[in-house]
């Protein structure tokens, strides 16, 4: 009977270990929902002003000739306002937009860059059913390689998650989703522009920069 009992409250403890551990959602405040001429897209709060995204959510007609930078309307943790381009890398494919108005809380680059076997978590629009229809959910996917600073994910983001911020389960920024990719086995991989690590220190460099020219 005591073992029983021993073997019990081991389980129970182990079951307490592991939700205490667990992550949770993204940041409501720091995940950003855009819309615009590209339709639906994410960006994330790296700053009290600033949104990370993606490069060709601020410019979607590139491939058309058409370099035109577009801002869109934003909607985080409640607050809503504007966001317009401030700086853009389309060697790399990513942005940052400046915010009309305060944002509600932001994330930080991870220490560390991702390395196979790990886990990450986006946010992403519901389109399943037409009563979810644009709804937040969140995603989770692990790292199959990381190659030339992006990370390749073993599972495909919906429509609309370019630009979204992948985070670990300290909720800290690993990097941008910006594309998807099928194989030929049938299986769709996501790959996100990596801004933790050594990669750390480029967004940290832009976002002073940007910040310094709207003094």
Known sequence: MRGLLAAAFAALLSLTTLAAGAPGPPPS???VSLTGRFGFA???AVSDRLVLTAAHVVNPFEERGDFTEWG????AGGVSGYVAPALVDRTADWALEV?????????VPA?????????VWWAEYDWGRQADVSARVV???????VVAGQAWLDDGAAAGASGGCALDARGDLVGV?????????RKTSTAAVLFSGPWAAELRA?????????K
């Open 29 to 31: 405040g720091a995940v």
């Open 139 to 145: 995603r989770s996917a692990r790292v199959v390689r």
């Open 99 to 107: 915010s009309s108005v305060p944002l509600p809380s932001w994330v």
């Open 72 to 75: 869109s309307r934003f909607e």
């Open 111 to 119: 220490a560390e860059a991702p390395r196979p076997g790990d886990q």
């Open 177 to 185: 989703l910006w594309m998807t990719k099928d194989t030929q086995d």
């Open 206 to 214: 832009a976002v002073d920069a940007v910040r310094r020219a709207m």
């Open 42 to 44: 994410h960006g994330c």
